[in-house]
């Protein structure tokens, strides 16, 4: 079983960036996509930033297109995701996952079952 681990978080200001850290511990073969999900209290879980670990596809929400980028080293079972420009809408508890998603489902939290315990993304204005 794929245990994701992240680390990262923390308390930025407004336009700050912040580098999140995924190690994926376990039988990581067996996971073909990594992905970081972002939930903010009150609201739903959301997809942020996706990788198929195997052919280095990427796949981003409208919302962070252009601000985030998700990277792998693939030597380290390692899946990074740096955020530039931040906003204080992005503040959310942020978590990776890793699973065996279709590449149309690849941002869609309902098709992760292997995820870790999340790391604080606080933006203030």
């Known amino acids: 079983q794929v245990q994701p681990v992240e680390s990262g978080g923390g308390s930025v200001q407004a336009g700050g960036s912040l580098r999140l850290s995924c190690a994926a511990s376990?039988?990581?073969?067996?996971?073909?996509?990594m992905g970081w999900f972002r939930q903010a209290p009150g609201k739903q879980r959301e997809g942020v930033a996706a990788i198929a670990t195997g052919a280095g596809s990427t796949y981003y929400a409208d919302s962070v297109k252009g601000r985030f980028t998700i990277s792998q080293n693939s030597a380290k079972n390692t899946v990074y995701l740096q955020m530039n420009s931040l906003k204080p809408e992005d503040t959310a508890m942020y978590y990776c996952a890793a699973d065996r998603p279709s590449f149309e489902h690849a941002l869609a939290p309902a098709r992760y079952v292997n995820w870790g315990q999340g790391t604080q993304v606080t933006v203030s204005s």
């Open positions: 376990g039988y990581t073969r067996v996971s073909d996509f």
